[in-house]
């Protein structure tokens, strides 16, 4: 999972929607447990972000998403978990995330 965390070079701008797909896929193989079928839908715009802020970005998502993954299901129940980022106007600013 750390790994996953990891971006390859940190000056360099990331593609958003497959970081987070590949950190969530991460996730599951990590924290879910074989009995319970739990997916996690990645929903994000395909866009290139500066490295920095995906790095803090998957470092939110995995606080999110092993918090859910540990409490809001009940034990070897299934669901579901869904992460979305979209970005509001036509540039990505400081401030401009929802």
């Known amino acids: ?7 390859p070079h940190e000056d360099n701008d990331v593609e958003i929607a497959t970081y987070l797909h590949r950190l969530c896929a991460s996730l599951t193989e990590s ?7 739990i997916a996690i839908k990645v929903d994000a715009d395909a866009r290139m972000v500066p490295a920095e802020i995906a790095m803090s970005l998957g470092l939110i998502v995995t606080e999110l998403v ?4 540990k409490h809001a299901f009940i034990a070897d129940t299934d669901g579901r978990i869904t ?3 979209h970005v509001g106007g036509t540039e990505l600013a400081p401030g401009r995330f929802r």
């Open 31 to 37: 924290v879910v447990a074989d009995s319970t079928c």
């Open 83 to 85: 992460v979305t980022y």
């Open 1 to 7: 999972m750390e790994q996953q965390l990891q971006l």
């Open 66 to 69: 092993i918090n859910a993954l």
